[in-house]
């Protein structure tokens, strides 16, 4: 056996302190023998169960208690102040291109390349339909015991989508008695109120428990004009109307319009939430050395976001131009009109613009259903070699319904502006009448579904000198299906909304994967990890890993980690429904005045597979000298290619036009790839989804944990850490910048905690620093800032608890992005609603 050595010591008790009891018991555990019993756990990362939690990617573990203490009411708003997190992944902070639903971004590559487990097994994707990412809202947090975070590439192990890494949420098991948790939170300005309350129960039986659980959470909005520090929102789509960028001033003359309509006094900062869920798990003796295991959540969310009325943009018919049809309706344009300068494009067109205040904010509202199923067995081949085998059936699925109230149909709106031009150019509201005859509600549904099934051995092979060595191996089944149905005013295009198309797919998965670890001396382990997956869509890839821990001192382990990795087009990436967006562009033929030009977006089913490259080398070191200290310093790369995305519209029209007018061939592809016509032709400009992206980012993490006791006190200090060298997407370089469309990728961020208590009670003291950046639109500098947050937790008895605390006392406002069209910042990123006082009770019985 392998000398446990101080530092591995102080992985355990980092680790170990934070699983609840039996979370990961192997079936040795239940060996007839009493000296073959042998706890076993299963890191994640790893599909190798080991005593030991010495493995050579970086983890980590945020328990329970911690998310309690600082007043965390969702999995997501835990998740996006790990130094770890970049970009800005949709959250209950995001109202303009949110659905209602919680992503987590690690290192900011995309929520789609981080991959989301529930115990170790996948979470069906959820949203409005067809999606590539896990709802956190369909977690509720009262059922977790603790959130691991694999800060490495997992490819080799989990499969698609853990090129940056994995979140692994590990519920409570094996609950004895009854617990009632109530917890709120508003802000001191008296709006943005939470409000959870949950229950569980649990009980032993003869080799077996059972847990019972349900949530409910009530999360109420706040509107950003709300506060003080929200810069206006400017859009040239103003209530009064337009045309070709002109309006009429108080003296009814047609004049230059400016950005003069503000849109966040319609807008959210945090968004509107409630959920519903219910939850279960229980693991249960069968004899023979087989257990059985079952788990089960499904959860409600029924979320809305507010914006600014819909803007509408009209192309009129002109009277006597050449272009209109016979017998069409046109729009006269008179002597004024015209000196001012309002003229029909070569289509004859002219463009009406107006925001339409007289029907209302656009409300977004989002119902949805999930739930998940998982149920397996386990069990020994030997007691005595302690070979074990498993074998899990998961299945998900998610269901939405979603409605945009205030929706505007173009069609509607077109026929209303010919029969009564002088209302609608007047600048006045318009009648009752007239809204009704334009607005309607969108409705649209969609889903997916998700279906797993696996078999594993895992146990040791043989014993070497230094120790045994260690194996897992195993075989998977997947199916994963989408689809979205828009409402059919959409489809048909005559709603103001962007056109699109329904989308309908699915594909499945065959998997075969295994891993090693090696002790090749008491100080030197490699881990080797190697899979396959065969897919319906593209075919098979293949992916493998290498890890190395060595450890040099008693205080000292140094490790590292090579592997490669890759994600899978999506069923919307392969099957979604066309759609069309008008882009703003010019057209270098010089044809189309416009500024927006229409272009056509499609997916692709001949789409491959993003690829990965990821590396990691550190070292964590406890020094003998310093009672419970560990320090951990871990250097990051991830690099990817082949990356799905869509390329530059603006930079294929020129590319085209130079090999059209000047014949340089290196433009012909974009011809043909935008479908752009003879001499310029638009009128079916396409951009598709293809493998044409690509990433390159790394940085530096570092921790520090200290345990202590001083003046009677048990004290511990926590310090993390994250410094990036480098994030470049698509040959752009973002180190360092924050901007309205691509977020924050700030040089420096860091957590600090620190926390007192004895027997009864505790405090804590946590900060939170996001360092200074370049604004990417502006080229000025965006200033760092500081949160600062306190709590204090009482045990009243051996049943009651209550905890109180305020996050960002000092009420720090969030930093203005020039480009920032969610409130004039990433509201992902900073806090946006101000100082926020929490509390909660638990009473156990």
């Known amino acids: 056996m392998i000398k446990r050595t101080k530092v591995a010591s102080a992985i355990n008790l980092a680790i170990v302190a934070s699983i609840t009891s039996g979370a990961f018991v192997t079936t040795s555990v239940f060996a007839a023998e009493e000296k073959a019993k042998v706890e076993r756990i299963e890191v994640t990362g790893s599909r190798i169960q080991r005593q030991d939690m010495e493995t050579a990617s970086p983890v980590t573990v945020i328990d329970a208690a911690a998310i309690k203490a600082e007043g965390f009411t969702s999995v997501d708003q835990m998740l996006q102040v790990q130094t770890s997190m970049a970009g800005a992944a949709i959250g209950s902070t995001t109202n303009n291109g949110a659905d209602g639903v919680a992503q987590v971004d690690l290192r900011g590559m995309g929520s789609q390349r981080t991959l989301v487990l529930l115990n170790g097994r996948r979470m069906v994707n959820s949203g409005s339909g067809a999606n590539s990412s896990v709802d956190l809202n369909s977690i509720p947090v009262a059922m977790i015991a603790r959130v691991e975070i ?77 506060r003080s520090w929200t810069p206006a929102g400017e859009s040239w789509t103003i209530p009064t109307g337009a045309l070709d960028y002109m309006v009429k001033d108080a003296n009814g003359k047609w004049v230059d319009q400016e950005n003069t309509y503000d849109y966040t006094q319609d807008s959210y900062y945090q968004t509107p939430s409630e959920r519903r869920s219910l939850f279960a798990n229980m693991t249960q003796e069968l004899g023979n050395d087989v257990v059985l295991t079952a788990d089960a959540i499904y959860t409600n969310r029924r979320s809305n976001q507010q914006m600014a009325a819909q803007p ?23 002597s004024e009109m015209i000196a001012a300068g309002i003229k029909a494009n070569d289509k004859g067109l002219v463009n009406y613009r107006r925001r339409t205040n007289d029907v209302g904010p656009r409300i977004y509202t989002q119902d949805t259903d999930t739930w998940r199923l998982s149920g397996g067995l386990a069990g020994t081949l030997d007691v005595h070699t302690g070979m074990n085998w498993d074998v899990t059936y998961t299945y998900g699925k998610n269901q939405a319904k979603t409605a945009v109230d205030n929706s505007i149909n173009a069609s509607d709106m077109k026929s209303s502006i010919y029969a009564n031009p002088d209302a609608w150019f007047s600048g006045t509201p318009i009648t009752q009448q007239m809204i009704n005859e334009i607005g309607y509600s969108e409705q649209a549904n969609g889903g997916n579904e998700q279906q797993t099934l696996s078999a594993g051995l895992n146990g040791e092979l043989f014993d070497l000198k230094a120790g045994a060595v260690g194996f897992a191996l195993g075989a998977e089944y997947r199916r994963e299906s989408g689809f979205y149905n828009p409402d059919p005013i959409v489809v048909a295009g005559e709603s103001t909304a962007a056109q699109q198309d329904p989308t309908d797919g699915n594909y499945n998965v065959i998997s075969i994967f295994q891993e090693v670890s090696v002790p090749f001396t008491e100080k030197l382990t490699g881990e080797f990890a190697l899979r396959l997956d065969d897919y319906s869509t593209f075919g098979k890839a293949t992916t493998w890993k290498i890890g190395l821990t060595y450890t040099a001192t008693d205080d000292l382990m140094i490790r590292g980690v090579a592997a490669t990795g890759f994600r899978a087009p999506s069923v919307s990436e392969l099957y979604g429904g066309n759609s069309g967006s008008f882009d703003y562009l010019t057209d270098p033929w010089g044809k189309i005045k416009d500024a927006q030009i229409l272009v056509n977006r499609t997916s692709d089913q001949d789409l491959k597979p993003e690829e990965s490259e990821s590396y990691t080398a550190g070292l964590v070191y406890s020094p003998s000298y310093v009672d419970g200290m560990s320090v951990t310093l871990d250097y990051w790369r991830f690099k990817l290619d082949n990356a799905i995305a869509r390329m530059d519209t603006q930079v294929g029209l020129d590319a085209c036009h ?92 860091n957590n600090f905690s620190l926390s007192a208590g004895q027997d009864d009670w505790s405090v804590m003291y946590f900060n939170r620093y996001i ?75």
């Open 150 to 226: 694999l800060k490495d590439g997992a490819s080799a192990v989990y499969g698609s989508d853990a090129i940056a890494g994995v979140v692994n949420i590990i519920t409570k098991k094996d609950f004895e008695g009854f617990q009632l948790d109530f917890n709120g939170s508003g802000t001191d300005k008296g709006d943005g109120r939470n409000g959870d309350v949950s229950a569980l129960y649990g009980f032993n039986t003869d080799g077996g428990n059972y847990t019972f659980g349900a949530a409910y959470s009530d999360r109420r909005g706040v509107i950003q004009s709300d």
């Open 312 to 334: 509408a943009n009209i192309g009129l018919n002109v009277c006597g131009d050449s272009h209109t049809p016979a017998g069409a309706p046109c729009l006269t344009l008179d």
């Open 658 to 749: 130079r090999f059209q007018t000047k014949g340089d061939k290196t433009g012909e592809a974009s011809c043909e790839i935008f479908k752009i016509g003879a001499n310029g032709d638009l009128d079916n400009l396409t951009n598709a989804l293809t493998n044409v992206g690509s990433q390159d980012t790394s940085g530096v993490d570092f921790n520090l944990a200290y345990s202590f006791e001083l003046i009677g006190l048990d004290w511990k200090v926590n310090n993390d850490t994250t410094y990036l060298v480098n994030f470049e997407q698509d040959g752009e370089t973002y180190t360092g910048t924050i901007d309205g469309n691509f977020g924050a990728y700030a040089r420096v961020r």
């Open 771 to 845: 360092g200074g950046m370049t604004d990417l639109a502006e080229g000025t500098d965006a200033d760092s800032i500081l949160y600062h947050n306190i709590s204090g937790t009482y045990h009243i008895n051996d049943m009651t608890t209550v905890s109180l605390g305020v996050k960002n006392f000092t009420d720090e406002k969030p930093v203005t992005v020039s480009n920032g069209s969610d409130g004039g910042t990433v509201p992902e990123v900073y806090d946006t609603i101000g100082r926020t006082i929490y509390g909660g009770v638990t009473v156990k019985f």
